[in-house]
Every structure is written in structure tokens, then in C-alpha cells.
């Protein structure tokens, strides 16, 4: 499917997890906490100040005074205090009252005492508790206090001091629901590669009797979004063994070493737990290719891992049943000794689906959605080619909404239609209102596209056009709807391709004499196609069968990355002067069509400025009536 705009500038029920049985209070397990001690001194402290007598504060002057007079029955004398009885007894209680005084220094004090008759004691001060507690207890609880908030919120980041050479890979339970391939759709080629693993984990003597052995590793490189995890844990289920999922970014730490060290200690469970898969995700994290500066005092920590992990994978010994799977969208950066044979000695494409694989990953998205009788799987995948099965979940998931919003018994096709142009073209932007002047000029500008689509012979047809704005900057666009599934374009075929992209300008010249700014994108695009024609595909009837430009592309996937100039000054003008040729050959030869159905173009424009939105069929409608 093709796009031209006008431009300003089976889901799988969630895992359920085995919830523990709530116990009673008496059957619980207690554990230790420091709020329980710092409670319990509270009580004991509280408990003891209860038992203690009740004494009245008097001033020392009035402490003389009642030693004067005699009142006094009998004393404690301490370094800071002194407390004792008095003669004078309580009106409430009927008891002795009990005093305590602050005393000054007093040379004859213990004279007076004696002469009075007052029974007195001499009390030497004991600090031990009070030391205990102000020098020890509470300093170590302040540090463990401390101590444990921060081990608690690194418990929570995932940082854990105690067990922080530990791997952090997921085990997956038995008791989970797992993953057949009958879940994967889109893929046939990579499930048959990975039957042979599935086949050496439940038989590994029927390879070994031939003297062979499992290849150690295989890697599953792909586009994002394509399944490449969800193929790995569809092994796992099929061969009902041990699946140990990590991330690459979860072996890297803060800490040297503890890469390195959760390697070793992942290994080492796997061959405790044999035959199992290691399924290392985003394997890229740690798999770069190494050289270029190091870190201050020693290898980088993530090379360390790399060399840890090539140590690991050239050790263990494939008879046991451990098979490494790793996936990554990246293959160009990774290490070349992680990719030579006795490592990932196989490398399997995870290539975006065809028509059919998409109609067979739609079956798998839909078998919990209640769809209605209109619903055409087929036109649904013919109208998402470049779909991954991540692409065509959301799209189900956005027409399931879409249908709950508008309170619909079922899912129709008008709310695929509209989940497929709100995911490639971005939600409707209701609140952007194009002024008149504006409007007639997107319509006039969509509908050059259409025109030329629908006349050219080497198009595909037109599936549907708006000038509904969408997304950032998109005020209308033209879909094409691919009648087959397509590999290869003749030169025809790209020529025609151009002219529908220079048809929107071309209209609007034509139509008001002069162009605006929506055919940017257009433009762009067109520009690109032209230049690859005479660089790369060697479409040029002057410069021949030349390839013009090194590419520096991506191992397994094909990205471009950066162009190394290999071709003189001349050459670059020869190229500049094709590339010009053919843009005019075009745009003449667009005029030529658009001028010539001029009836037709006002018609279309007036009927979608109307509408807003046409399908394929008013479009022919709408042709056939202005012949």
C-alpha cells in the first residue's frame, strides 16, 4: 500500500499468577523489626516512671529553710540532685511529702544535716545505662535505620548488595499458560529452523548417533515488533524444558565485575536445570563489537561481560541440553566473535509477513474479539503491507476500542478501516479546521493524486483518499490498495509510481496557477525514488547498468547506514543532470494527463471538498460518469 498526503512542512489473556492463601493472624509468621524494640522501650520506659515516686520541686533557698526549721526527715545526696522526705505531711494523701532541689555548692552542709538529726546519704551517680543508650543503642539504631531505607529503595531499583553477582534471569513456572506455535503466525521459515532445536531437546541421541551435535547458539534478528521473543518462548513451550528469560541491559551494573559474574552464575543454573533455553533478549546490550577507548584502570564492564559470555558459550557442552537463543534487531553492531561458528552458529531471519502471514497473524489476533460478518481478513492484510505482528495487534486492539466506544454489539469493518488510518496516519484531528480557500486546495491536491492513479496503467488502485487532517501535519492523503503481493518494480512501474506522487502539485498549479507547501513530503519522496533509479538500480539510459555510492549497510537486515563516494565530479554531474531528465520527462508528461482531464479533476475535487472522504469505488464512480 501506497501513501501520497498533502502535508504542512490474538490477544492472549493475561498470565494469572497462584495467589497465596490468606492465613489468620495466629498462623502468620512473625518476623523481627526495629519499630517493635523501639516500642517496647517505650513501654518499659513509661512502666518505670509509673513506679517512681512523685516529688515536688522545691527551690534549694526553700530546702535551706525547711533544714532550719527542722522539716526535714531524711536525704539522698547526689553530685546534681538532692531528694529526701519531709516531716510535713501531704493533705491530700496523708503521707509524707517528697522533695527535689537543685543544690549550690555548700561546704557545711553536711554539718547542718547531722545537727538537725536528718538521716542523709551520699549517692555516687551511675551513667551506665544512660551511656549505653545516648553511646551505643541509639547511634546503631540511627545506622541501621538508615541503613535499611536505602538497602529497601535499592531493593526496589533492583540493587541488591547480598546478591548483587546473582543473575537476574525469570524462570517460567510450569503452572503458566505457555506458548505453542500455534500462537506464532507470519514465520514459517524461522518455526521450521526452530523445530530442529525443539527436536534435540526431546531427542538429542537422534543427532548424536551420527556423530553430530546441536549447533550452540542461535540468533533471531528482525524488526522490532516481529516475534522474535514470542518464538523464542514458543520453543520453550513446545519442548516443555526449563526457559530462562534475561535481558542483555539486566548483566550490566554500577559495579565492575558483576556483569562477568552473573554470566558465570546464569551458566551454572542452566546446567544445574538441563536441557533448558537461555533466552537472552536485546543481546546487542552486551554484544558490541569491542575496541576504541576503555575505561580508566582496566576493560570496559561491558566487555568484560562480552568476554565472559564467549567464554561461557565455547565451554559448555551442547550433549547436556542447553541451547542459547538471543534475539536483536541490530546484528550490524554485534561482535564478530559472538557470530563465528561454535557460538551462535545459526542465524535466523525474522522477516516481516507476507499477505498470508498477515491474514494468519490477524486469525490469531481476533479469536478473542467478536467480529462481525463484514470483516475481510484479506482486505484488512492488503491494506497493512509492512505490518509486523506487533503493527496488526495494535490495529485489532484500536478497532476492538474504536467498536466499544461507538457501543457496538461486534467489531465491523468500518472500525478496521478506521484503526488501520488512525495507526499509519495518526488520529483525526477534528479540532483543525481548514478554512475554506485552504480545503478546496487539499481537495484539489488529493484528487491530482487519484486522478493519475486511477490513468496510469502501472498503478495499483486507489483505496481510499480523505483530506481529513491527521497526525502532525498531514491535511489529506491517497491510499493504494495492492491487488497482489509485490517483490519487484520494473522502471515503468517506478516511473508511474512518480507521476502519482507529482500529481498533487501538478493539480494545484494547473487548478489556481500556483503551488503551496503540502507537497513536501511528495517532493522528498520522489526525489529519493529518482536517485536510486539512476544510482542503485541502474535505470539510467545514459549512465547504463552503474552502481554509484558504497553503501555501508547492515549485516543481516539491509539499513543504510551512510554512502561512501566513490565516483568523480563528473560523474556526479552526469548523475545530477539524469536525475533532473527524468523529474521533467515526469512532470511533463503529468501535466499532459492532468490538463487533458480537467473535468474529471473538478469533479473529483468538488465531491471529496463535499464528502471529506471517498472509497475506491465512488472514485471510479465518479471517473466513469465524467467520460
Same mark, same amino acid.
Given at each position: 500500500?501506497?501513501?501520497?498526503?498533502?502535508?504542512?512542512?490474538?490477544?492472549?489473556?493475561?498470565?494469572?499468577?497462584?495467589?497465596?492463601?490468606?492465613?489468620?493472624?495466629?498462623?502468620?509468621?512473625?518476623?523481627?523489626?526495629?519499630?517493635?524494640?523501639?516500642?517496647?522501650?517505650?513501654?518499659?520506659?513509661?512502666?518505670?516512671?509509673?513506679?517512681?515516686?512523685?516529688?515536688?520541686?522545691?527551690?534549694?533557698?526553700?530546702?535551706?529553710?525547711?533544714?532550719?526549721?527542722?522539716?526535714?526527715?531524711?536525704?539522698?545526696?547526689?553530685?546534681?540532685?538532692?531528694?529526701?522526705?519531709?516531716?510535713?505531711?501531704?493533705?491530700?494523701?496523708?503521707?509524707?511529702?517528697?522533695?527535689?532541689?537543685?543544690?549550690?555548692?555548700?561546704?557545711?552542709?553536711?554539718?547542718?544535716?547531722?545537727?538537725?538529726?536528718?538521716?542523709?546519704?551520699?549517692?555516687?551517680?551511675?551513667?551506665?545505662?544512660?551511656?549505653?543508650?545516648?553511646?551505643?543503642?541509639?547511634?546503631?539504631?540511627?545506622?541501621?535505620?538508615?541503613?535499611?531505607?536505602?538497602?529497601?529503595?535499592?531493593?526496589?531499583?533492583?540493587?541488591?548488595?547480598?546478591?548483587?553477582?546473582?543473575?537476574?534471569?525469570?524462570?517460567?513456572?510450569?503452572?503458566?499458560?505457555?506458548?505453542?506455535?500455534?500462537?506464532?503466525?507470519?514465520?514459517?521459515?524461522?518455526?521450521?529452523?526452530?523445530?530442529?532445536?525443539?527436536?534435540?531437546?526431546?531427542?538429542?541421541?537422534?543427532?548424536?548417533?551420527?556423530?553430530?551435535?546441536?549447533?550452540?547458539?542461535?540468533?533471531?534478528?528482525?524488526?522490532?515488533?516481529?516475534?522474535?521473543?514470542?518464538?523464542?518462548?514458543?520453543?520453550?513451550?513446545?519442548?516443555?524444558?526449563?526457559?530462562?528469560?534475561?535481558?542483555?541491559?539486566?548483566?550490566?551494573?554500577?559495579?565492575?565485575?558483576?556483569?562477568?559474574?552473573?554470566?558465570?552464575?546464569?551458566?551454572?543454573?542452566?546446567?544445574?536445570?538441563?536441557?533448558?533455553?537461555?533466552?537472552?533478549?536485546?543481546?546487542?546490550?552486551?554484544?558490541?563489537?569491542?575496541?576504541?577507548?576503555?575505561?580508566?584502570?582496566?576493560?570496559?564492564?561491558?566487555?568484560?561481560?562480552?568476554?565472559?559470555?564467549?567464554?561461557?558459550?565455547?565451554?559448555?557442552?551442547?550433549?547436556?541440553?542447553?541451547?542459547?537463543?538471543?534475539?536483536?534487531?541490530?546484528?550490524?553492531?554485534?561482535?564478530?566473535?559472538?557470530?563465528?561458528?561454535?557460538?551462535?552458529?545459526?542465524?535466523?531471519?525474522?522477516?516481516?509477513?507476507?499477505?498470508?502471514?498477515?491474514?494468519?497473524?490477524?486469525?490469531?489476533?481476533?479469536?478473542?474479539?467478536?467480529?462481525?460478518?463484514?470483516?475481510?481478513?484479506?482486505?484488512?492484510?492488503?491494506?497493512?503491507?509492512?505490518?509486523?505482528?506487533?503493527?496488526?495487534?495494535?490495529?485489532?486492539?484500536?478497532?476492538?476500542?474504536?467498536?466499544?466506544?461507538?457501543?457496538?454489539?461486534?467489531?465491523?469493518?468500518?472500525?478496521?478501516?478506521?484503526?488501520?488510518?488512525?495507526?499509519?496516519?495518526?488520529?483525526?484531528?477534528?479540532?483543525?479546521?481548514?478554512?475554506?480557500?485552504?480545503?478546496?486546495?487539499?481537495?484539489?491536491?488529493?484528487?491530482?493524486?487519484?486522478?493519475?492513479?486511477?490513468?496510469?496503467?502501472?498503478?495499483?488502485?486507489?483505496?481510499?483518499?480523505?483530506?481529513?487532517?491527521?497526525?502532525?501535519?498531514?491535511?489529506?492523503?491517497?491510499?493504494?490498495?495492492? /491487488?497482489?503481493?509485490?517483490? #519487484?518494480?520494473?522502471?515503468?512501474? +517506478? @516511473?508511474? !509510481?512518480?507521476? =502519482? $506522487?507529482? *500529481?498533487?502539485?501538478?493539480?494545484?498549479?494547473?487548478?489556481?496557477?500556483?503551488?503551496?507547501?503540502?507537497?513536501?513530503?511528495?517532493?522528498?519522496?520522489?526525489?529519493?525514488?529518482?536517485?536510486?533509479?539512476?544510482?542503485?538500480?541502474?535505470?539510467?539510459?545514459?549512465?547504463?547498468?552503474?552502481?554509484?555510492?558504497?553503501?555501508?549497510?547492515?549485516?543481516?537486515?539491509?539499513?543504510?547506514?551512510?554512502?561512501?563516494?566513490?565516483?568523480?565530479?563528473?560523474?556526479?554531474?552526469?548523475?545530477?543532470?539524469?536525475?533532473?531528465?527524468?523529474?521533467?520527462?515526469?512532470?511533463?508528461?503529468?501535466?499532459?494527463?492532468?490538463? /487533458?482531464?480537467?473535468?474529471? #479533476?473538478?469533479?473529483?475535487?468538488? +465531491? @471529496?471538498? !463535499?464528502?471529506? =472522504? $471517498?472509497? *475506491?469505488?465512488?472514485?471510479?464512480?465518479?471517473?466513469?460518469?465524467?467520460?
Amino acid at each position: 500500500m501506497k501513501k501520497t498526503n498533502y502535508q504542512t512542512g490474538q490477544k492472549k489473556p493475561p498470565l494469572e499468577v497462584n495467589r497465596p492463601v490468606e492465613k489468620k493472624f495466629w498462623q502468620k509468621q512473625g518476623h523481627f523489626s526495629f519499630w517493635y524494640f523501639i516500642a517496647v522501650m517505650i513501654v518499659f520506659y513509661l512502666f518505670q516512671s509509673s513506679l517512681q515516686v512523685k516529688r515536688q520541686e522545691i527551690p534549694y533557698s526553700q530546702f535551706q529553710k525547711y533544714l532550719e526549721q527542722g522539716q526535714i526527715s531524711e536525704c539522698v545526696i547526689r553530685e546534681k540532685i538532692i531528694t529526701g522526705t519531709l516531716k510535713i505531711k501531704d493533705e491530700k494523701t496523708d503521707q509524707p511529702r517528697h522533695f527535689i532541689t537543685v543544690p549550690l555548692y555548700n561546704s557545711d552542709l553536711l554539718e547542718k544535716l547531722d545537727q538537725h538529726g536528718v538521716k542523709f546519704t551520699v549517692a555516687l551517680e551511675n551513667h551506665f545505662f544512660r551511656d549505653l543508650l545516648l553511646g551505643w543503642i541509639i547511634p546503631f539504631a540511627l545506622i541501621f535505620l538508615v541503613w535499611g531505607f536505602v538497602a529497601k529503595k535499592l531493593s526496589h531499583a533492583g540493587m541488591n548488595f547480598m546478591n548483587i553477582g546473582k543473575n537476574r534471569a525469570r524462570i517460567h513456572a510450569d503452572s503458566l499458560p505457555k506458548v505453542r506455535f500455534s500462537d506464532v503466525a507470519g514465520v514459517d521459515e524461522a518455526k521450521q529452523e526452530l523445530e530442529e532445536v525443539i527436536e534435540f531437546l526431546r531427542n538429542p541421541q537422534h543427532f548424536q548417533r551420527l556423530g553430530g551435535h546441536m549447533p550452540k547458539g542461535v540468533l533471531l534478528v528482525g524488526a522490532p515488533g516481529t516475534g522474535k521473543t514470542l518464538l523464542a518462548r514458543a520453543v520453550a513451550g513446545e519442548a516443555g524444558v526449563a526457559f530462562f528469560n534475561i535481558s542483555g541491559s539486566d548483566f550490566i551494573e554500577m559495579f565492575v565485575g558483576v556483569g562477568a559474574a552473573r554470566v558465570r552464575d546464569l551458566f551454572d543454573q542452566a546446567r544445574m536445570k538441563a536441557p533448558c533455553i537461555i533466552f537472552i533478549d536485546e543481546i546487542d546490550a552486551i554484544g558490541r563489537q569491542r575496541g576504541g577507548a576503555v575505561a580508566v584502570g582496566g576493560h570496559d564492564e561491558r566487555e568484560q561481560t562480552l568476554n565472559q559470555l564467549l567464554v561461557e558459550m565455547d565451554g559448555f557442552d551442547t550433549s547436556r541440553g542447553v541451547v542459547v537463543l538471543a534475539s536483536t534487531n541490530r546484528p550490524e553492531v554485534l561482535d564478530k566473535a559472538l557470530l563465528r561458528p561454535g557460538r551462535f552458529d545459526r542465524q535466523i531471519v525474522v522477516d516481516k509477513p507476507d499477505l498470508k502471514g498477515r491474514v494468519d497473524i490477524l486469525k490469531i489476533h481476533i479469536r478473542n474479539l467478536k467480529t462481525g460478518p463484514d470483516v475481510d481478513l484479506k482486505v484488512i492484510a492488503k491494506r497493512t503491507p509492512g505490518f509486523v505482528g506487533a503493527d496488526l495487534a495494535n490495529a485489532a486492539n484500536e478497532a476492538a476500542i474504536l467498536a466499544a466506544r461507538l457501543n457496538r454489539e461486534y467489531i465491523t469493518m468500518s472500525d478496521f478501516e478506521a484503526a488501520i488510518d488512525k495507526v499509519i496516519a495518526g488520529p483525526e484531528k477534528k479540532s483543525r479546521t481548514l478554512n475554506p480557500e485552504e480545503k478546496h486546495r487539499v481537495a484539489c491536491h488529493e484528487a491530482g493524486h487519484t486522478l493519475v492513479a486511477e490513468l496510469v496503467p502501472g498503478c495499483e488502485p486507489v483505496h481510499k483518499v480523505s483530506i481529513i487532517p491527521r497526525g502532525i501535519g498531514a491535511l489529506g492523503y491517497t491510499l493504494q490498495l495492492p /491487488e497482489k503481493e509485490k517483490f #519487484l518494480s520494473t522502471k515503468n512501474e +517506478l @516511473l508511474d !509510481q512518480i507521476a =502519482v $506522487l507529482l *500529481g498533487g502539485r501538478i493539480a494545484e498549479e494547473i487548478v489556481f496557477g500556483d503551488v503551496s507547501t503540502g507537497a513536501q513530503n511528495d517532493i522528498e519522496r520522489s526525489s529519493e525514488l529518482v536517485r536510486n533509479m539512476v544510482c542503485s538500480y541502474g535505470m539510467s539510459g545514459k549512465l547504463g547498468a552503474l552502481s554509484f555510492g558504497k553503501k555501508n549497510r547492515a549485516v543481516f537486515l539491509g539499513t543504510e547506514f551512510s554512502e561512501e563516494k566513490n565516483y568523480s565530479e563528473e560523474t556526479a554531474r552526469q548523475i545530477d543532470a539524469e536525475v533532473m531528465k527524468i523529474i521533467k520527462d515526469s512532470y511533463k508528461r503529468v501535466s499532459s494527463i492532468v490538463a /487533458e482531464n480537467r473535468q474529471k #479533476l473538478d469533479a473529483l475535487a468538488a +465531491l @471529496l471538498e !463535499q464528502k471529506e =472522504v $471517498l472509497s *475506491g469505488e465512488e472514485v471510479k464512480a465518479v471517473l466513469n460518469r465524467e467520460q
